[in-house]
């Protein structure tokens, strides 16, 4: 009940196109989902992150879709650019600290 | 502003050695998180620490494993003796507040026990 499943785990997108990644909850405890994106050799980076009580939260070309009865929320990142290319994590918490994340989803924009 | 610095960036050691990584958070940040990313298990917690008191060490894998936060501004993790499978990535983040919504990850310390 504590995990998150994260799909795909790997995605190549032409450059322009819409990157979607996806994750799923079963805690409904969960009340806070973050995104994070990471480059080779550095830490994971805050991106984008959203709370129940809403069901979209867009930021430049990041939005993320939260679906509480589903327990679903994802990722869209539109108009991709090779510097997009990364590894992709979601993330759930439940009012604390702990996070539990995703597996991740590398992302390859192609130019 | 500096972000979470760790040091060093890559430690290479045999089995059995001590190994120490060292953290210093974002200044004004009151907690602080040492997290190990490997292939097989992904990001996991190891331990929290809030206004430098451990609150949760429940993620350290084993009595090797240690901690310490000895003021505001430094962290420590240490491995002893280190095993081969120890090898992975290790993040320090920070954040402030004690419901620390949004954490700030250093660059890693890459750990390699041969």
């Known amino acids: 009940q504590q995990q998150v499943k994260q799909s795909p785990q790997s995605l190549i997108v032409q450059k322009g196109g819409i990157s979607i990644i996806n994750c799923a909850y079963e805690n409904t405890a969960f009340d806070y989902f973050p995104w994070y994106q990471q480059f080779p050799g550095k830490g994971p980076a805050l991106l984008i992150a959203?709370?129940?009580?809403?069901s979209e939260k867009k930021e430049g070309r990041f939005t993320i879709s939260f679906n509480k009865s589903a327990k679903q929320f994802s990722l869209h990142i539109m108009d991709s650019q090779p510097g997009d290319s990364a590894t992709y994590f979601c993330a759930a918490s439940r009012g604390t600290y702990k996070y539990i994340f995703g597996t991740g989803t590398r992302l390859k924009v192609l130019a | 502003d500096a972000g979470v610095i760790q040091s060093p960036r890559h430690e290479v050691t045999e089995m059995g050695q001590e190994v120490t990584l060292r953290c210093k958070p974002i200044s004004g940040h009151n907690s602080l998180f040492w997290y190990r990313q490997t292939m097989m298990r992904g990001l996991e917690l190891l331990i929290y620490?809030?206004?430098?008191?451990?609150?949760?060490d429940s993620g350290m894998p084993e009595d090797r494993f240690s901690a310490k936060m000895p003021n505001a501004s430094f962290s420590t993790l240490k491995i002893q003796p280190s095993e081969p499978r120890d090898s992975a990535v290790y993040f320090c983040?920070?954040?402030?507040?004690?419901?620390?919504?949004?954490?700030?990850f250093g660059p890693g310390t890459r750990l390699t026990v041969t």
């Open positions: 983040a920070s954040s402030f507040g004690e419901y620390s919504y949004e954490q700030y």
């Open positions: 620490f809030n206004n430098n008191v451990p609150i949760d």
């Open positions: 959203i709370r129940p009580d809403v």
